[in-house]
């Protein structure tokens, strides 16, 4: 996030209204998306989103342990959320920290208001997301391709999530924030999305912004986050149709 | 399970979470849900729909036991009076020491079941809170039991009805050609023994092969072949 | 890390197989598995590489940065590396901090890379006495079929092959190149026992029920730079000696496969 005053500030759209990487305002970047890439996990995706490269696993509906973490009623959501070492400009130190704890749970969150968890009592439901290039914008990243290793391990769901993170540069609103947008600029707003009930699962948001620019911003997120959807459903139907399966246009 | 047949199958639809499957004119069955007056579906799976009802059949899932399937597992705790066995599903099965072939009276458990064996059970009780209790006292075609010779390897539950085939055909095909004995658990985990390891390997490959290709048609007439270009292979290895 | 839970019968099984000169998976006893390796995966590392071994998969990374050089080698770079067995890569591995498993594989990895000389350490360094460069190998399990040890070897000496010393980042001038100061290409290999037979890079399933392991790491030259013994049986002396002459027909062709991973003739 920005600091009030700071010197050397880049511009970071200039006079035709082209953002540093050529973006306009309410464009995305390039994503690519690959669902099953993992044997041992029993769902998985890999998303490469601009210059973030993601990769989900999930295990489970599976037995709950140890025992005192089981609900006896439905299943557990873990999500634990994590980034390489090599992931980032500064190595980053193996192991847990305050900002992957704190994503972890509002991920495990998110995913939780699409699950089916009373068909599975005392079970748990695993998914891990793995930062192997980080470039802004992970934790949306992070619910795309956790939402498609889920449809890929065959988890109930009401809908797959969607998500996008929308931020505030040179006072302007604009989709999808890369690095250095999101270093030097005025607010960021990542949001997850149910399209089939237009639930928010996740928001989150860091800066300076009127009403009326998050109103505006809100309405912005959902518009990438539903390109975002359809290139997930995409994802899932190309790996599975073959000679004799079909898919509907939704 | 679709029939191993010449006739014209109708498509088979793929449709995702969330995905519009049916309206309020119609049932929902396994795998959908209803909002309103419209019917979604909860997987990824193909789409069926019969006698009105809209049913997903998901294209992965873990096999859930019902109560009278054969199961093959793995002791994978023992307990005071009972084991706990992993039958390859969501919950291992719980299996007490009444419910075996043996009497236990004051002896170890261990020295009947321990850790890693493998038995032969039916799966006698499943609950609403999904605990499952298998036995291997019940009676039936099966004769249950502790394994201890041959190999296992598991495939998918839902791939089990095609190792098996129309009334057991494809199954007994395989035995018949490669000398094996064969149990196949409906927890996808399958039992092979027989005198020679060649065999049991192709047994083996065998069932991979109808693994990965459950979808396609006329696999029966594929399996056949490639057990008939094995068998003529071996006899041409025995004349050299 | 959990143990696996792998049913009483599968030893005797390999055991079985084995006696004919096979594995499950059709391999003969001294043959590797489908080898991929790509490098210059991440672009944010200053070296990368990314290996599947049959099902096994993982990321090496190398990340490099200014360091304070350790007192009796005021002159050298430092390398130092570390071994995540991510919660993905197998319902066996718990988060947290590394287990025994992790941090024995580290140290062999790291073992074979420094004993062999690879890196020139001795030309890592920025300001003689006061700064070096620290080499960071970080290596990230994805997909775990067995035999990380090779795995992660073969994917941190192709990371460390084709690493760019970032520079420009740390305001540094430099002339001629910026790659690392390779002068050693080792390779590692891992073989285990189970009964009377030695195989080569085992599966999941072989490592499980293997009496003892045993990763050799050999230079260019065929000399021996690091070997590691585990598991809780033992090898007979001859048995040693087999394996060291099985490893003289595997080590080149492993090379070679770093080798054009990294597009060096």
Known sequence: MSSDGAINVPKLINEDGKRIDGRGLEELRKIRMEVGILKRADGSSYVEWGENKIIAAVYGPREAKPKHMQNSLKAIVQCRYSMAPFSVDERKRPGSDRRSVEISKVLSEAFESVLILEQYPRATIDIYVEVLQANAGTRCAAIVAGSLALADAGVPMKDLITACAVGKIDGKIALDLRKEEDNFGMADLPFAFVPSTSQIALLQMDGHMTEEEFKYSIDLAKKGAMQVYEMQKEALKSKYKTDDIETENV | MSEDNNEIKEKRVLVLPGELVGNKSMKIGNGAYYVGNDIYSYYMGIKSIKNNYVNVIPLKSKYFPNVGDIVIGTISEVANSNWMVDINSIYPAFLHVNDVPWKIGKKELTEFLKMGDLVLAEVSHVDETKHITISMTKMGKVEKKKIESGITITIPASKVPRVIGKSGSMISMIKEYLNCRIIVGNNGVIWIDGKNIDEISEAIHIIEIIDSQAQRNGLTDTIKNILNNWKEQKMVKKNE | ?265
């Open chain 3, 1 to 265: 890390m959990r143990e696996e839970i792998i049913d009483s019968m599968v030893k005797e099984k390999i055991i079985n197989f084995a006696k004919k000169g096979m594995r499950i998976d059709n391999r003969k006893l001294n043959e590797y598995r489908n080898i991929d390796l790509l490098t210059n995966i991440i672009t944010n590392a200053d070296g990368s590489a990314q290996i599947s071994l049959g099902d096994t998969s993982l990321i090496a990374g190398i990340k490099m940065e200014p360091a304070v050089p350790f007192p009796d080698t005021p002159n050298a770079g430092i390398l130092t590396t570390n071994v995540e067995l991510t919660p993905m890569a197998s319902p066996m591995f718990e988060g947290g901090p590394p287990s025994p498993e992790a941090v024995e594989i580290a140290r062999v990895v790291d073992r074979g890379i420094r004993e062999s000389k690879m890196v020139n350490t001795e030309k890592l360094a920025i300001v003689p006495g006061e700064k070096v460069w620290m080499v960071y190998i970080d290596i990230h399990v994805l997909d775990y079929d067995g035999n990380l040890f090779d795995a992660s070897f073969l994917a941190s000496v192709a990371a460390l092959m084709t690493t760019k010393i970032p520079y420009k980042k740390f305001n540094m001038q430099f002339s001629g190149s910026d790659t690392l100061p390779i002068d050693h290409l080792p390779v590692e290999s891992t073989y285990v026992k189970i009964g009377d037979f030695i195989s080569v890079d085992p599966t999941l399933e072989e490592e499980t029920i293997a009496d003892a392991r045993l990763t050799v790491g050999v230079d260019e030259n065929g000399d021996i730079r690091a070997m590691q013994k585990g598991g809780r049986g033992s090898f007979k002396t001859e048995e040693l000696y087999n394996i060291l002459e099985i490893n003289k027909n595997i080590h080149q062709s492993l090379r070679e496969k770093v080798k054009q991973a990294c597009g060096v003739q």
